[in-house]
């Protein structure tokens, strides 16, 4: 158990929609999460792009980093990811050193290289669909390239962004984010929570390939798994139902609210659920004592420098309790080892 209390934990909330409530109550949901979250210490909280997702609230996210960031003090508030091909790069400086002009050191920029939607959205953010890997690396460059100091000479300058401290993050599913961040020397986050398959070869790479920057001296990595807590086994597996089915409906082609629990005898096919079942592999789902076990093997094996928690349950109440879990796990660890 030694390592599991010297990690910091923090949280990704995908700001989801219920079944029964609008963005607005998501984003206020949100909020309380966010201010529940820094009472119990975790260390960032991050927002999501996604498009044309009636299940999630976060689409204008540095919206909603400036709504988070503005109610509460210390933690550090982010985005886990913007999605940069949808954006150029000047206009993610001036947000990004806008929200850290308000939020001196408090800000985070994690960059996605998907564009968070489907093809036909897509094309209605962006107009041009060419987003090739070197035009992404490009971007990370030109973006980073804002926040340092004006050259004399520089006739495009972030304002504000220039000069501010604002931490740029590779977020990836996949080993292409992990091989950029070693190559620039970024903090690098890998999205376990839906993509389980390259989570070591990512990690692997991006160890052995890191080479240190004026950023960063050693890598530094982050990974996100879902962890769906409860006071026992059999309500964890219940609330955790509503995840289960806003995959299956991913997957249909028919995103929804975030559905309320139900038994999942007849929903699924055989297929979908061996689909749900393996993009949820890292899925940490049960009481206090079966997420110990399963949060303790998984730090043990994968040594993350940090882990960020994602957690969609229906009842807003029930996720908080979850956070609450898994605060005291980590206490209880850290007193165990």
């Known amino acids: 158990m030694g390592m599991m209390e010297s990690i910091p934990f923090s949280v990704l909330d995908l700001a989801p929609v219920p ?11 949100s909020i309380d999460l966010a201010r529940h979250a820094e009472a119990l210490g975790f ?4 927002l999501a792009e996604h498009h044309n997702m009636p299940g999630i609230a976060s689409a204008a996210t540095s919206v909603v980093i400036a709504h988070v960031a503005q109610a509460t003090t210390r933690i550090r508030v982010g985005s886990g990811g913007v999605m940069l091909p949808n954006h150029a ?14 939020h001196p050191g408090r800000i985070d920029l994690g960059l996605g290289r998907a564009p968070g939607t489907d093809p036909r959205t897509a094309h209605a953010l962006r ?3 060419e987003g090739t890997e070197a035009r992404f690396i490009e971007d990370v460059i030109e973006l980073q390239s804002y926040f340092q100091p004006a050259a004399a000479e520089q006739r495009v300058r972030a304002v504000p962004g220039e000069g501010l401290d604002v931490p740029l993050w590779l977020l990836g599913s996949s080993t ?5 961040a070693a190559a620039l020397g970024l903090p690098f986050a890998f999205a376990a929570h839906f993509a389980p398959d390259l989570l070591g070869a990512a990690l692997t790479l991006y160890r052995t390939r890191f080479q ?9 990595a982050m990974i996100c798994v879902t962890v ?38 007849g929903f699924w096919s055989e297929r979908e659920r061996a689909g749900v079942e393996h993009a949820l592999a890292y899925a940490m789902v049960g009481g206090p004592a079966r997420v110990a076990a399963k949060l303790a093997g998984f730090v043990a094996e994968f040594r993350p420098d940090e882990l960020m928690i994602a957690c969609q349950i229906h ?5 908080r309790r979850s956070y609450d879990i898994v605060r005291e796990i980590r206490g209880g660890l850290s007193k165990a080892a």
């Open 43 to 46: 260390n960032r909280y991050w």
């Open 176 to 180: 292409f984010s992990a091989e950029l």
């Open 315 to 319: 009842d807003h109440a029930a996720r």
């Open 127 to 129: 107009r041009n669909m």
């Open 89 to 102: 790069p000047l206009v993610i400086a001036e947000q990004f050193g806008t929200l850290a002009a308000l």
């Open 19 to 29: 079944d029964g409530a609008t963005p607005g109550d998501a984003l206020r949901n």
């Open 212 to 220: 240190p920057s004026a950023r960063l001296a050693k890598p530094h």
């Open 228 to 265: 769906c807590a409860a006071p026992d086994d059999g309500e964890a597996e219940f609330l955790f139902t509503s995840q289960q089915r806003a995959f299956v409906n991913l997957r249909r082609g028919q995103p929804g609210l975030l559905p309320r629990p139900a038994p999942l005898d």
